[in-house]
């Protein structure tokens, strides 16, 4: 079996490692024996409209405009997702694949539509530290990272959060972190966040490609449960 996994302008949406994520996910899948092709799309090119798992990551507010406009007129991102292909959305990615986000200038614009969530700025100080959160399904445990950023998102009734928050900030709404919905993922957890949750990585995976074999890396094992026990006594069965 083969996977495309789609990296999407982390020169603009990179700020903070997130382009990692591919390499984790790469190296997840070919330890199950799969044969994965990582693309790499930079500002100018056509989105692949046939990938199975496509990532954005975080950036500041100039480069997150720039890029929403780009994935609004090429149009790519929206069909592989409406066909069921797998999104992974970091922080300006997560914001970007929402309802409505500010734009460069502070404006409300839309945003992709992936998502029913709304993000805005207000006067709250800038949400920055570790954040620990309880996610809401597919029995994954604990899982950390490091937040960034000054938007506050609200998800939609029907939207199910990423997971809980146990510690930090989130999405600032309801006790809120990310979104889950259906194949598409979005959380303001940087780290990277897959490198920091290998079973976060598994989870992102199986929604592309359906179950696969047990994988044991002993040393991202050992660094999820590091994060896991300094960010509050969690174990890995939390």
Known sequence: MSLTIVRLYHDLLGTYGDQGNAE?????ARARNLEVDLVEVTPGMAIPRSGDIYLLGGGEDGPQSAALEMIKVDGGLNYAAAGGATVLAICAGFQIIGES???STGKTTSGLGLVDAHTAYDSSPRSVGEL?????RGGLPVLTGFENHQGLTRLGA???PLGLVRSG???GFNNQEGVWHG???????HG???ARNPELADAVLQCAIGPMQAFEDPLA???AKERRITLGGITTSS
């Open 192 to 194: 990277p966040v897959l």
């Open 132 to 136: 620990v959160i309880q996610p809401s």
């Open 221 to 223: 094992q050992a660094f």
């Open 158 to 160: 029907d939207m199910p």
């Open 101 to 103: 986000l500010p734009d």
């Open 169 to 171: 900030i989130g999405n």
């Open 183 to 189: 194949n598409v993922f979005g959380s303001y957890m």
């Open 24 to 28: 984790i996910l790469v190296h997840r």
